[in-house]
Structure formats: structure tokens, C-alpha cells
């Protein structure tokens, strides 16, 4: 018997798997746990799972993200991938979105912030970066003033709704294309546009 050969069916069987394991092309992301993915379009849906934060292993490829009616505090940057089109945080526990969560959202055109209680307030430069984002909901929390300008950037918004806030005007100008601002009640919100 050829010495190579000896040496080699002397190795253990785990060993020859794991070697065999690495060699095999890395797999594609999986689906969270208590989640449902599907491929077309990439739609990841994480609803009403008492999730805390953010699950860690979405998909880079998700297009449509549904995490409403969960339990999520916080949002930071890197927590999305860059192909998302739709964000539904809707009916959780934000408290807290850190600068820069979102900057890196370029082709992000839904965004749902809405019945988020604990959010009270938002920074200057939240948005930055959306210039593609078309309806943005903040319905519901309780926001009793936005930064000025913070709007600015946001040249493909259309719907922005405010209703059930305790807002009473709104600082620097609103979007040149926005056809509707919904606040409650809608006489009350003075605005202008730039």
C-alpha cells in the first residue's frame, strides 16, 4: 500500500467531514428563526413575535422587511441591508432611533415608524439619505415637535402621516412633491412648503 494512502485512511472520520464541510461553497442566508422569508421578492416577515431588537441574520437580498407588532426598542445603524424597499416597524416599543440608521436605505420607498408610544422624539438627520422614500409614517407616537429641515432630502416623498401626535406645527419647509400631510385634526398643523 502507497505510504499517502495509509496516512490518509488513518485520519478519523470526522476529521475527512470537516474537512469535506469547508471546502463546500458557503450557504445562502437562512430565514430567522419564527420568521417567514420568501424569494419573490425577497420579503422577510417577522410579525407579532415578541422580538426585542432586530433579528441579526436577515438576508442581504431583503427587499421588504415586515417586523410590526413586536417588542423593539432600539433601531442603530447596520442593522438593514441596502436593498430594502418597504420597512414596516409599526406597533412597537421604539424609543430610541440612533443617527445613521437609515442612511444607507437609498432604495427604501415605505417606511412605518406609526403607533410607536415611546417615541418621543427624533433627530435632525433620521432621514438622511431616504431620497427615494415615498410615504413615511410617524402616525401615533408621541412626538410633540420635529427638528426643522427635518424633511429635507426627502425629494420623492409623497405621504407623510402625523395623525394622533401632539404636534402644533412644523419647523422649515416640507417636501416640493408631498401631495398629502394627514394630521388630527388636518386644519390644525401649519406648515410650508420649500
Request: proline share 11%; charged share 10%; with cysteine.
Amino acid at each position: 500500500m502507497l505510504p499517502g494512502l495509509r496516512r490518509l485512511l488513518q485520519v478519523p472520520a470526522s476529521a475527512c467531514l470537516l474537512l469535506m464541510l469547508l471546502a463546500l461553497p458557503p450557504a445562502a442566508p437562512s430565514c430567522p428563526m419564527l420568521c417567514t422569508c420568501y424569494s419573490s421578492p425577497p420579503t422577510v416577515s417577522c410579525q407579532a413575535n415578541n422580538f426585542s431588537s432586530v433579528p441579526l441574520s436577515l438576508p442581504p437580498s431583503t427587499q421588504r422587511l415586515f417586523l410590526q407588532n413586536n417588542l423593539i426598542r432600539t433601531l442603530r445603524p447596520g442593522t438593514f441591508g441596502p436593498n430594502l424597499l418597504t420597512l414596516w416597524l409599526f406597533s412597537n416599543n421604539l424609543s430610541t432611533i440612533y443617527p445613521g440608521t437609515f442612511r444607507h436605505l437609498q432604495a427604501l420607498e415605505e417606511l412605518d415608524l406609526g403607533d410607536n408610544r415611546h417615541l418621543r422624539s427624533l433627530e435632525p438627520d433620521t432621514f438622511q439619505g431616504l431620497e427615494r422614500l415615498q410615504s413615511l409614517h410617524l402616525y401615533r407616537c408621541q412626538l410633540s415637535s420635529l427638528p426643522g429641515n427635518i424633511f429635507r432630502g426627502l425629494v420623492s416623498l409623497q405621504y407623510l402621516y402625523l395623525q394622533e401626535n401632539s404636534l402644533l406645527h412644523l419647523q422649515g419647509p416640507l417636501p416640493k412633491g408631498l401631495c398629502s400631510c394627514f394630521s388630527h385634526p388636518p386644519s390644525s398643523l401649519p406648515t410650508s412648503r420649500g
